[in-house]
C-alpha cells in the first residue's frame, strides 16, 4: 500500500514520456532497483589505470614522489587479462557471485567491482577499495614473481602513500567515493562526490548529470537520517521533480526560455506552472498592489523551485557556456522567485545562502578553483542538501572549457572507465525504467 498519494510522470532528458502515474515510493532509494544499484556500483566499484602503473614502477615515482633506483620493467598493460583474472580469482566468494574485473578494449584500464559479500562482511564503504586494492597488489606480485625487496613498490603504486597520509595520493586506483576520513559527519559518503565526476559519468548530458547527482545527494539524506518521518516525502518530490524530471517540468521550463529567456523568466515561467498546477494559490493583495502567494504544500513547492532552478541553470549557464555564473543563476533565481511570491525559495532559503558563499570560494576574492571541484561534503555547499549539487552538476555539464580545473582535467577516468555504465551515464532511463516495473507493488 502506497504510504503517499502522490503519483508522477517520468520523463527523460528529450521530454519523452517514459511512464505515467508512477507512486512517489517507485523512485524512493529505498526500493527503487536502479537507485539500489547506483549506490551499491558507487560502493563496490574501481577504476585502475593499468598503463599508469606500469609508467610508475618504470620511473620509480609511486605515491607522489620517486625513489630513485627502484625502477622496475613490468609489462602490465600487456598481461592485463592474466592479471585481471588473478584478481577475480582473489575477490570471488563464491563461484558466481557478483564480482567483477574486466579490462577495457584499449587494455590500458581496468574495472574491478568487489562482490557484495564482502560488503556485507564489513562495516565501512572503504571495503570495496581496500579489497579490490590488496587483490590487485597481490595479482601483480604472482604474475611477476615479485621479490620481498620490491614488492613494496608494487603496494605503494597501487596504494598511494596510504596510511602516511589519510587518503591514497599518488594511487592508480580511483573510486568514485573518497574516504571516510574526509567526510564532514555521518552518512555524508555519497555526498562526497565533485561535480565534475556527475559531469564525466554522464557523459556531458546536463540532466543525466543533474539526475545522477540527485539520485547520490538523495539517497544520502536516507543514509544520514534527514529523509526521515515528515522529511521522507520532501526529500522524494525534491529527487522526482528536480532529478528525474517528473512531469517534465525542468524539460519543458528550459524549452519555453531556451531561446530568448532569462532567469528572470525561467521565474515567471514556473509560477505560471505551479498557479496552473494549483500547487500555490494567489493570497492577500497588499495596499501597494503586491498579490502574496499561498501553499498547503509546502514540501511540494519546494520540489517546484528544485526543478525550476535546474531549468534556470540550464537557460542561463547555457546561453554562456560558462560555469562561473552557477552560483549567482543559484542566487538570483531563489531572490526573483521569494520577492515575486513571498514564499521560500529552493531548500527553504538554504541554496540562496550557499550560493553566495560558493561565490567566493569558487572564483570570487578567494577564487581556489571553479564550482566543478564543489561537492555536497563541501564545508561551504554541503548546507542545501539535496537541491544544490544536481544544479551545480548540470551547469558544468554546460561549461564549454571556461573552468581552471575541467572536467577533463579533473575526472576523465570517471568518464573512461565507468562512462558506459547504465545507471551512471542515463539514470533518468534507468530509473524509470525499474519505477514502471514496481508502480503496481504501490
Not at 573510486?175 to 559527519?185: A, F, K, R
Request: charged share 20%; net charge neutral; glycine share 10%.
Amino acid at each position: 500500500m502506497a504510504k503517499y498519494k502522490d503519483k508522477i510522470d517520468l520523463y527523460d532528458d528529450r521530454g519523452k514520456l517514459i511512464e505515467k502515474d508512477v507512486p512517489l515510493e517507485a523512485i524512493s532509494p529505498l526500493y527503487n532497483p536502479a537507485i539500489k544499484r547506483t549506490v551499491s556500483l558507487a560502493k563496490r566499484i574501481n577504476a585502475v589505470d593499468l598503463a599508469a602503473l606500469e609508467g610508475a614502477l618504470k620511473k620509480a615515482k609511486v605515491g607522489g614522489g620517486t625513489l630513485m633506483g627502484r625502477e622496475m620493467d613490468l609489462a602490465i598493460v600487456a598481461n592485463g587479462e592474466k592479471i585481471a583474472k588473478r584478481v577475480k580469482d582473489i575477490l570471488k566468494t563464491t563461484k558466481d557471485d557478483d564480482t567483477e574485473v574486466t579490462v577495457l578494449p584499449d587494455g590500458k584500464k581496468m574495472i574491478i567491482v568487489t562482490p557484495s559479500a564482502r560488503m556485507d562482511a564489513g562495516v565501512e564503504y572503504t571495503t570495496g577499495f581496500t579489497s579490490a586494492a590488496a587483490a590487485l597488489t597481490q595479482a601483480v606480485l604472482d604474475q611477476f614473481d615479485v621479490d620481498m625487496f620490491q614488492a613494496s613498490m608494487v603496494k605503494a603504486a597501487i596504494w598511494g602513500r596510504y596510511p602516511q597520509t589519510l587518503n591514497f595520493q599518488g594511487s592508480v586506483m580511483k573510486s568514485i567515493l573518497d574516504v571516510p576520513q574526509l567526510n564532514e559527519g555521518a552518512g555524508f559518503a555519497l555526498r562526497n562526490v565533485m561535480a565534475n565526476h556527475y559531469v564525466m559519468l554522464t557523459g556531458r548530458n546536463a540532466m543525466n548529470a543533474a539526475a545522477v547527482a540527485s539520485i547520490f545527494e538523495n539517497a544520502a539524506a536516507f543514509e544520514m537520517g534527514d529523509a526521515s518521518g515528515p522529511f521522507e516525502r520532501q526529500h522524494l518530490l525534491a529527487l522526482a521533480y528536480q532529478g528525474l524530471n517528473a512531469n517534465n517540468i525542468v524539460y519543458d521550463l528550459t524549452k519555453m526560455n531556451g531561446k530568448t529567456g532569462t532567469v528572470g523568466s525561467v521565474v515567471e515561467s514556473l509560477i505560471d506552472r505551479a498557479l496552473e498546477d494549483k500547487v500555490i494559490k494567489k493570497g492577500k493583495k497588499l495596499a501597494s498592489g503586491f498579490v502574496e502567494m499561498t501553499t498547503n504544500d509546502y514540501p511540494l513547492w519546494n520540489a517546484y523551485t528544485a526543478a525550476g532552478m535546474l531549468a534556470a541553470i540550464c537557460v542561463n549557464v547555457g546561453a554562456a557556456r560558462a560555469a562561473q555564473g552557477i552560483p549567482s543563476t543559484i542566487l538570483y533565481y531563489n531572490d526573483l522567485l521569494e520577492h515575486e511570491t513571498s514564499l521560500p525559495g529552493a531548500d527553504y532559503g538554504r541554496s540562496m545562502g550557499t550560493s553566495v558563499g560558493m561565490s567566493f570560494f569558487s572564483h570570487s576574492i578567494y577564487g581556489g578553483g571553479g564550482p566543478g571541484l564543489f561537492h555536497g561534503n563541501h564545508v561551504v555547499t554541503k548546507h542545501a542538501k539535496g537541491v544544490v549539487i544536481p544544479v551545480i552538476a548540470a551547469g558544468c555539464a554546460l561549461d564549454a572549457g571556461t573552468q581552471m580545473f575541467s572536467a577533463e582535467n579533473t575526472s576523465s577516468l570517471m568518464r573512461d572507465v565507468f562512462g558506459d555504465i547504465p545507471e551512471f551515464k542515463t539514470p533518468l532511463k534507468m530509473v524509470g525504467k525499474e519505477a514502471k516495473k514496481i508502480k503496481k507493488d504501490f
